[in-house]
């Protein structure tokens, strides 16, 4: 995949990420600093009215970091945010889908705007936003 | 109904100092499923043109809560962190931060606002990763939602 082949409307190649293991969360609390109970701790979650722990959301945008550094090195991406619309079970299966809006110029070089996503296996929007990549 | 201070609005909070070690970018890339070599062997860094292993893209966000207690510092800025969101975070990338980067974040509180009649409160912090060298390698702009009731 290159990212300077990509034409408005092109989709990027999906990510599907294995589903959410407690494991996977206990895993990433421990590298990324966030101890918060709500993602690691059930007696916590069930004590706090809450049900199972869920997803860091940090964790998801990392996935869907991956994707995009699937269509272009790392060093290319110059920008990227979402908006954090709902909770990611345990068990679910994230998709990282991505969708090329625009192609322009912008500090001399080409570049690409995306809209980006990250679903479950319902169709469930989890993380949704907008990344700039350059190409070439 | 706000418990969030509008006169916080400006402030700057004390900044945080991480020193990023080649460990934790491996570890971090491992928990998210980044097999790029460019996290985890410095010759292949290297071979991509960065100074030492390059940190996965949302690590640098994750800086100030390995090296710091994110949640006092909620806390002290007001909130109730039982019904505490992360609405939104965006980031954007000036300069790799790689392994043996000494990273100072300084984070200002740039808004606080209500919707839905107070029921929602918003905190909207503006973050600068700054290198040993003085080069601002990222900016990272997060959205912290408090829900009351």
């Known amino acids: 995949m290159n990212a300077a082949d990509l034409r408005v409307g092109d989709a990027i190649p999906e990510l599907t990420i294995d589903r959410v293991s407690r494991q996977t969360l206990a895993l990433y609390a421990g590298a990324s600093g966030d101890h918060n109970p709500i993602h690691i701790d059930t007696d916590f979650t069930r004590e706090a009215g809450v049900g199972d722990v869920f997803a860091h959301g940090m964790l998801v945008m990392a996935w869907l970091g991956r994707a995009l550094t699937g269509i272009a090195p790392q060093s290319a991406l110059r920008s990227w945010g979402v908006r954090f619309a709902s909770i990611t079970q345990v068990g679910a299966q994230i998709r990282c889908t991505g969708t090329v809006t625009e192609k322009f110029e912008q500090d001399g070089e080409p570049r690409l705007r995306l809209d980006i996503a990250a679903t479950d296996e319902h169709g469930d929007v989890k993380l949704k936003g907008e990344a700039v990549v350059a190409v070439g | ?149």
């Open chain 2, 1 to 149: 109904m706000p418990r969030l201070d509008r006169d916080l609005i400006g402030t700057v909070l004390e900044p945080i100092v991480a020193e990023v070690e080649k460990g934790e970018i491996r570890q971090f890339a491992d928990a998210i499923g980044a097999t790029d070599p460019i996290h985890t062997d410095p010759e292949a860094a290297r071979a991509a043109g960065y100074l030492n292993l390059a940190a996965p893209p949302t690590l640098v966000f994750c800086l100030t809560q390995r090296n710091s207690e994110p949640t006092e510092r909620l806390v002290r800025l007001g909130f109730d962190v039982a019904k505490l969101l992360h609405g939104e975070q965006h980031f954007e990338y000036f300069h790799p931060v790689c392994a043996g980067d000494t990273i100072t974040l300084s984070t200002r509180i740039e808004d606080i606002y209500e919707k839905k009649g107070g029921l929602l409160e918003f905190m909207v912090q503006k973050t600068d990763a700054v290198n040993q060298d003085g080069k601002l390698c990222a900016t990272m702009t997060a959205v912290v939602v408090q829900r009351h009731g």
